[in-house]
Nanobody, 125 residues
Framework: QVQLVESGGGSVQAGGSLRLSCTYTYTYRGPCMGWFRQTPGKEREGVATIYTFGGTTYYSDSVKGRFTISQDNAKNNLYLQMNSLKPEDSAMYYC???????????????????WGQGTQVTVSS
């Protein structure tokens, strides 16, 4: 059973930084891990993913250059470093794990069957 627990969310002013962590326990961990976010009334969207065996990363256009996904396999931790935060980055952030499709760890929500409970990020202007 895969369990994922996010932490590190909070409130920050625009331009600030936060680092999210996801600690996972597993008997099976998919080759892809990712961060996703959702605001009330909107669909959940992919933010960043990483191929856990090779380190290849993918980012949504909205966060490219500002966010960095990384992993520490020895500690079973996944991270999301978020810099230059904007009010539109405010959302509940979730980590998830799943499989590759077409050889890629894409950003499609439906490709990730295992999810954490989320951590709230609020960016004020």
């Amino acid at each position: 059973q895969v369990q994922l627990v996010e932490s590190g969310g909070g409130s920050v002013q625009a331009g600030g930084s936060l680092r999210l962590s996801c600690t996972y326990t597993y008997t099976y961990r998919g080759p892809c891990m990712g961060w996703f976010r959702q605001t009330p009334g909107k669909e959940r969207e992919g933010v960043a993913t990483i191929y856990t065996f090779g380190g290849t990363t993918y980012y949504s256009d909205s966060v490219k250059g500002r966010f960095t996904i990384s992993q520490d396999n020895a500690k079973n931790n996944l991270y999301l470093q978020m810099n230059s935060l904007k009010p539109e980055d405010s959302a509940m952030y979730y980590c998830a794990t799943g499989s590759r499709y077409g050889g890629h760890c894409d950003l499609q929500v439906g490709h990730y069957p295992y999810w954490g409970q989320g951590t709230q990020v609020t960016v004020s202007s």
